[in-house]
Every structure is written in structure tokens, then in C-alpha cells.
């Protein structure tokens, strides 16, 4: 709800356009947000859908063109020069490039934004060794970004993001350039900032399996607009929208092997342990064909999907939908 003590940060029929040669372009289009204190928010799109736009709207690195960014109660567009600075010190950013100065070690690098505003040296120094523990580099603060591995990088950055005391972190693309042990860990450090510190943290992603990971909530972005929005199980178990269909369902969505008939199935924390597929085709007797499957933690709970193709006989399929009716297994079509 709008005006909610609870909301850190309200969008309110947010857009922004750019002027080009070819003409306005619109970036984003009537965007309406609102991401609680405290919590993992997502917003997730692909390529060219506004979603780093939509990022730098908030801090108000790009001004919008239509609508308003409320942060903490108070309209960013309506703040002078210097309330603007302070606000914009309060969403501290992490990119996917780390964007670290190679000139610095590690303990001039997280320091550095405290140079800016003015802290004392010893303050500051004593600040940034707090933060390289809690990011579990604390012997490397002499090291330079050149002699760090892309995962100890991006811990760096994030100390250097910490280093004001924000109350958001905002996170754009911040795990794309790292293999996938790395992106684990720095999830994992993310969401331990966000248990241990109470920073709301607002992740910007083309990947889905970044949301199941660690956000509670999610908005997805689409041509500019807000295509759907809600709990991340939520969306997860059902989407509305075929941008989210596609976007959970990944590369198994291009998958052209199976022309026939496709249903996607979603299991529970309950359902998943049952022998779903295999009583089915015994008391079905009836076979399909499994086109994609996988399990994942989301908030806490195991959660699966499975795409199976039917059998070509109208007469076979509506003997499985009605067995998963009757087994409680949700399923949809899918094309």
C-alpha cells in the first residue's frame, strides 16, 4: 500500500524516456513499485527490457521523466542539491564490472567513500577492516584489485558499499561475470548482510535462478512495463505472464525436441517427495515423456518443476490431468 510506514522505497507511475535521433525512445512506462524495509526484492527482465534504467531511476542517477521515486517518506524529486547527495548515500550501488580503483589496495579502495564525506583517517581505516571481515577478506587488505580473483573483487565492492551506513544496496547485475560457485557465495554473503545489518537489498538480474536464490519478493520487467509481481513462490508456482513462464522455465523453454502436447508441473515441499510421475504412468498406463525437471530452495522450501510431453491419444490425456487433479499437483499447459 502506498504511504506504508513499512515501504523504504515507493515508485509511483514512474517513466523515463530518451531523446534520439531516431526519434523518443521509452525506457520505462508507468511504473508502480513498492519494496519493504528489510527485505530481498528482485526485479528481473531481459535484455533491453529497462530494468538498468529502472536502477538508476532510483537513485535518481537518471531523472525520470513522469512519476516520482519516494525514498523514506520523501519525494527525490522534490530535494535540493544536497538533501539529494545525502538520499543517494543511503542506496549504495555493486555492478557487475566491481568498477574498484586499480590504483588503491583493498583498504583505500573501501575507504575511499569516507575520504569523500569527509571521515578521519583512522575512523575510516578502522571502519573498512570491519566491513573486509565481515566479507571475509580481511587478509588481503594490502592486496591490489589486479592480484584478486573476480568473487574477492566483487567482496570488495561490496565492503566499499557499505562503507556510509546505507539502508539499500542495490545490486545491478552484480553476480553475471562470475561462475557459478562464486555467484553461490556472494548470494549467500548478500543475504547475510541483509539478515545481520537489516539493509534492504534490491537485485537487478536476467536470471531467475539469482531470484530463487535469495529474494523474497520479485517484480518482472517487459517492454518498458511491470509485467507481473509478488512473492518469488508465488510467481514461481504460478505466472501470469509468458515473459514469466519463459523466464522460470529458461533454456528448457526453447527446447524443440518435444512437438506434442507439454504440461508443467509444480511440486511443493510436500508433493515433490511423492512418486508423482512413476504412479502415474502405472495407473495411468499411459507414457510420457520428461522434457525438463529440476528442484530448488525458494524461502526456505524445496520446490521443483517438471515439464512432461503427453501421449498423442486425447483419451490418455485426460486420464493423467485428471490424475493430477485428483493428486493435488498443479500443473498448466505450456506450449
Do not use: W
Amino acid at each position: 500500500m502506498f504511504g506504508d510506514e513499512n515501504n523504504i522505497i515507493e515508485l509511483k507511475s514512474l517513466g523515463k524516456s530518451f531523446n534520439t535521433s531516431g526519434g523518443v525512445v521509452t525506457a520505462l512506462d508507468d511504473i508502480n513499485l513498492e519494496i519493504k524495509r528489510g527485505e530481498i526484492f528482485g526485479i528481473i527482465g531481459l535484455s533491453g527490457a529497462g530494468k538498468s534504467t529502472l536502477v538508476r531511476c532510483i537513485n535518481y542517477l537518471e531523472v525520470p521523466t513522469a512519476g516520482s521515486v519516494v525514498f523514506m517518506g520523501k519525494s527525490l524529486g522534490s530535494l535540493k542539491q544536497k538533501e539529494l547527495r545525502e538520499a543517494r548515500r543511503q542506496m549504495s550501488m555493486i555492478f557487475q564490472q566491481f568498477n574498484l580503483l586499480e590504483q588503491r589496495n583493498v583498504i583505500k579502495n573501501i575507504t575511499f567513500p569516507l575520504e569523500l564525506i569527509g571521515t578521519d583517517k583512522e575512523t575510516a581505516i578502522k571502519k573498512a577492516e570491519t566491513l573486509l571481515k565481515l566479507v571475509g577478506l580481511e587478509d588481503r587488505a594490502k592486496a591490489y584489485p589486479s592480484q584478486l580473483s573476480g568473487g574477492q573483487k566483487q567482496r570488495v565492492a561490496i565492503a566499499r558499499a557499505l562503507a556510509t551506513d546505507p539502508k539499500v544496496l542495490l545490486c545491478d547485475e552484480a553476480t553475471s561475470a562470475l561462475d557459478p560457485n562464486t555467484t553461490k557465495q556472494i548470494l549467500e554473503l548478500l543475504k547475510k548482510i541483509n539478515r545481520e545489518m537489516g539493509v534492504t537489498v534490491i537485485v537487478i538480474t536476467h536470471e531467475m535462478a539469482v531470484i530463487e536464490a535469495i529474494c523474497d519478493r520479485v517484480a518482472i520487467i517487459d517492454s518498458s512495463h511491470i509485467a507481473e509481481e509478488g512473492a518469488v513462490a508465488k510467481v514461481f508456482a504460478e505466472p501470469k505472464t509468458e515473459i514469466g513462464k519463459q523466464l522460470i522455465l529458461g533454456e528448457a523453454a526453447k527446447n524443440q525436441e518435444f512437438t506434442g502436447k507439454k504440461l508443467r508441473l509444480v511440486f511443493d515441499g510436500t508433493s515433490s517427495k511423492k512418486p508423482i510421475i512413476s504412479d502415474l504412468v502405472l495407473v495411468c498406463k499411459a507414457p510420457v515423456n520428461i522434457a525438463f525437471a529440476n528442484m530448488k530452495e525458494i524461502d526456505g522450501k524445496p520446490m521443483g518443476q517438471m515439464v512432461i510431453e503427453l501421449p498423442e491419444d486425447e483419451t490418455d490425456q485426460l486420464r493423467i490431468t485428471n490424475f493430477l487433479k485428483a493428486n493435488k499437483v498443479q500443473y498448466e499447459e505450456v506450449r
